[in-house]
């Protein structure tokens, strides 16, 4: 019996020690998931969390490109949706992109798709009013210049977009442009105009519209591009925090700029099968604008623009034979010329900012730490102590 009790005692050592080792290696597992699940906390539902990843993911290239590939598209839908369906509503077509847009939104914020908002705090309401205010401005004035305007002068109320954004962002933010900068936008709006003076017809109201549209449209592009590069607002959060006001300022617009018969418009299937096309287009084309003006600059994003337009001149007159003419051609180059030292310099600015301010991969791997959620309470964060 002594022996039996002497195995079983030191069985029962072993059984406990072994017992013990379990629940430890248990608990290091669940603090490790309990860790892990924090971590996406922070980097799916938090507002800090979702602009990383939208960095991550979406970077310069990637958001120019995706709003590049957008707008050629929309291009062809409004093409066929004011044309081939003789939809020439243009306030009332904007407002349904945007009610297409403030749906999807929906959509995704109820499957938790929707990336978080920043603390109302932070940014006051005023400021987002006013976005929602001159984004509709900006996109019904567009709308109305192109169907009052030939391209040559819509383009080159475009062209005056550049100079007004470059001494607002000097008002507002004290923002300076280098000298080199200067001439390559200069050379670029010479270009362009060059391109397009041969499809310029001079409309009265046409041209007000214009000259109307040139301020709304250059203080939309700096406020976004300064709310997502100053703030945790991702492209997604603001388009849904300011639509319902862009909404709203579109049906206060459009019996005053829509010519009437809208309610008479023939919706059958296949025009409005067309119209929700370009609907869709025109919320693509809203994200990847928001995106481009978060991961680049305002400047960057009206050379863009111009670099569209060209882009789509060159095309018609390689793929289906147009003929623009000598001096529209030598324009192009001129623009594209400038276009690509305007992106040189660009790219030499980052690389230098980058290596007078670098950071080390500490700061930068986890912003936030997560506090774990008990019995249903709010999720807190708090910075980590620096080394």
Known sequence: MGVWDSILRGGGVGGRRFIKRKDSDAGETGRALEELRGSLYNEFHTSEGAKRQQQRFCGPSVALTFNFVVAVGIIMANKMVMGTVGFNFPVALSL?????????????????????????????????????????????????????????????????????????????????????????????????????????????????????????????????????????????????????ITVFFFLVLMPLLDPPGLLSFNWNFKNSSAIMISALFGFLLQWSGALALGATSALAHVVLGQFKTIVIMLSSYLIFNSDPGFTSLCGAIIALGGMSVYTYLGLKESASGGKRAPSTPRQNSHLLKSKIIVDGEKPETRPIDSV
């Open 96 to 244: 349904i992109h945007y009610i297409a847009a403030w749906v999807l939104m929906a959509v995704l914020k109820a499957l938790y798709l929707l990336p978080i908002a920043p603390p109302s705090k932070s940014t006051p309401f005023s400021l987002l009013f006013a976005l929602g205010a001159v984004m509709s401005f900006s996109t019904g004035l567009a709308n109305i210049s192109l169907k009052h305007n030939s391209v040559g002068f819509y383009q080159m109320a475009k062209i005056a977009v550049t100079p007004t954004i470059v001494a607002a962002e000097f008002i507002l933010f004290k923002k300076k442009v280098s000298l080199r900068k200067v001439i390559t936008l200069a050379i670029v709006s010479f270009g362009v105009a060059v391109a397009t003076v041969t499809d310029l017809e001079f409309n009265l109201f046409g041209a007000c519209v214009a000259l109307a549209w040139i301020i709304p449209s250059a203080v939309n592009k700096i406020l976004w591009s300064n709310l997502q590069q100053s703030g945790n607002w991702t492209a997604l959060a603001l388009m849904w925090k300011t639509t319902p």
